[in-house]
């Protein structure tokens, strides 16, 4: 494949990835008036949450197979179309099972289209021979910094039903100008790689299984905090530190725009420090900053542990995803994206059930647990699997 449309191809699934952070922002933003809406406390809402995490986890189980059939490309978009339709849904619902009902489709087309655009990423990475994973992820970053930007802007002027209509629109809007770019062309096969149907994958043996399960555990503990931070971080903002629906969303906003330079300058980092060092102090910067964000009583010292928290978890997730990959080539990757995605997917309602218990600060405590556990896990295979 030419340069040039490799060129196209990157600008495409950037779009792709960014418009998933996007949307997904949409609805993290107006988790607060959904709570409201449906008369949930912590733990129905935690319950209900659970429907994004069921969804995507049967959802990703099966994206490999269907990219393996129908090609990558072509998933992403049917995926990209479900997820701008999905997002409309949580709105409309006014009871507990019914918000449930309706996140498990939402969940469905969030964890496809991630495993989705992350296979064609990891092709293309591979075409060209260069570490730019991170910027792909940075997208995404961006892409939820903006949603929750607006989200924020908007939350005072728009009902939620009108607000996530709009991302419906816009959703479908960028896959119609975006997807026939992903369409026209196939997935690229790097020269040294011949294609599945022309090599079947050979049995990988026990010690490379574990690291590749290893490395998933990785980027599970790191995708736990980018989930919590999502799905609760607003709410902790309003309800234990009295913030406005605005300076509440600023606080996602701050952390996706810390895990957003986080990733932009990943490349440099990852050539500089070398990737266990990158992993180690990213996982202890991590737990610092959630540590202040969570117990903090102060609105702006909060905002600060947001930030730190982001800057730290940015490129955990796709050092581990591409390290799996090395290993065990495309068996790898998806293993390591499924445990990642699934920790951001669960990590969610088990916040909200220990919210239930102890209180919500206490339970964001657990992203540091886990950032920390991150760093000393990669620390302890570092001469297996990262260098």
């Known amino acids: 494949?030419?340069?040039?449309?490799?060129?196209?191809?990157?600008?495409?699934?950037?779009?792709?990835?960014?418009?998933?952070?996007?949307?997904?922002?949409?609805?993290?933003?107006?988790?607060?008036?959904?709570?409201?809406?449906?008369?949930?406390?912590?733990?129905?809402?935690?319950?209900?949450?659970?429907?994004?995490?069921?969804?995507?986890?049967?959802?990703?189980?099966?994206?490999?197979?269907?990219?393996?059939?129908?090609?990558?490309?072509?998933?992403?978009?049917?995926?990209?179309v479900l997820l701008s339709l999905s997002i409309a849904l949580p709105p409309l619902t006014h009871s507990v099972l019914a918000l449930g009902a309706v996140l498990l489709v939402f969940g469905a087309a969030y964890g496809g289209i991630s495993v989705a655009f992350n296979s064609a990423a990891v092709d293309l990475v591979a075409a060209l021979r260069r570490p730019i994973m991170p910027s792909f992820h940075a997208a995404f970053s961006l892409g939820a910094m903006v949603g929750?930007?607006?989200?924020?802007?908007?939350?005072?002027?728009?009902?939620?039903?009108?607000h996530l209509l709009g991302l419906t629109v816009i959703g479908l809007l960028v896959t119609a100008l975006a997807g026939p770019t992903l369409l026209r062309h196939e997935p690229p096969v790097p020269t040294e790689r011949v294609r599945p149907e022309?090599?079947?994958?050979?049995?990988?043996?026990?010690?490379?299984?574990?690291?590749?399960?290893?490395?998933?555990?990785?980027?599970?503990?790191?995708?736990?905090?980018?989930?919590?931070?999502?799905?609760?971080?607003?709410?902790?903002?309003?309800?234990?530190?009295?913030?406005?629906?605005?300076?509440?969303?600023?606080?996602?906003?701050?952390?996706?725009?810390?895990?957003?330079?986080?990733?932009?300058?990943?490349?440099?980092?990852?050539?500089?420090l070398g990737r266990t060092r990158t992993v180690v102090a990213g996982g202890a910067v991590a737990a610092v900053g959630m540590l202040l964000g969570s117990l903090a009583p102060s609105v702006w010292a909060a905002l600060l542990g947001f930030a730190v928290t982001g800057l730290g978890l940015a490129n955990l997730f796709p050092v581990a995803v591409e390290r799996a990959g090395a290993l065990a080539g495309p068996s790898g990757v998806a293993t390591a994206s499924t445990l990642g995605y699934g920790g951001m997917l669960l990590g969610p309602p088990a916040i909200g059930f220990m919210a239930d218990w102890i209180s919500l600060p206490a339970a964001l405590t657990s992203v540091a647990v886990l950032a920390a556990g991150a760093a000393v896990i990669a620390f302890a295979i570092r001469r297996s699997a990262y260098e």
Not at 47 to 71: H, P
Not at 148 to 162: D, E, F, N
Not at 250 to 271: D, K, P, W
Request: glycine share 12%; hydrophobic share 45%; with cysteine.
């Open 1 to 80: 494949m030419r340069d040039d449309s490799l060129t196209r191809l990157r600008i495409v699934l950037t779009t792709f990835f960014a418009l998933d952070g996007f949307v997904f922002a949409g609805w993290v933003v107006r988790i607060p008036a959904i709570k409201q809406q449906t008369n949930a406390s912590a733990g129905d809402l935690g319950l209900a949450l659970l429907g994004v995490s069921a969804g995507a986890v049967v959802t990703m189980a099966l994206t490999g197979r269907l990219c393996r059939r129908y090609g990558s490309h072509r998933i992403t978009v049917v995926y990209a």
């Open 148 to 162: 929750a930007g607006l989200g924020g802007l908007v939350a005072a002027h728009l009902s939620p039903t009108r």
């Open 198 to 272: 022309e090599d079947r994958p050979q049995r990988l043996d026990r010690r490379t299984r574990g690291l590749v399960l290893v490395l998933g555990l990785i980027a599970l503990c790191t995708a736990y905090g980018e989930g919590a931070m999502a799905d609760w971080g607003a709410l902790h903002f309003q309800q234990d530190l009295g913030a406005s629906p605005g300076t509440a969303a600023a606080g996602y906003s701050c952390f996706a725009l810390a895990m957003t330079l986080g990733r932009l300058s990943g490349t440099t980092l990852l050539e500089r």
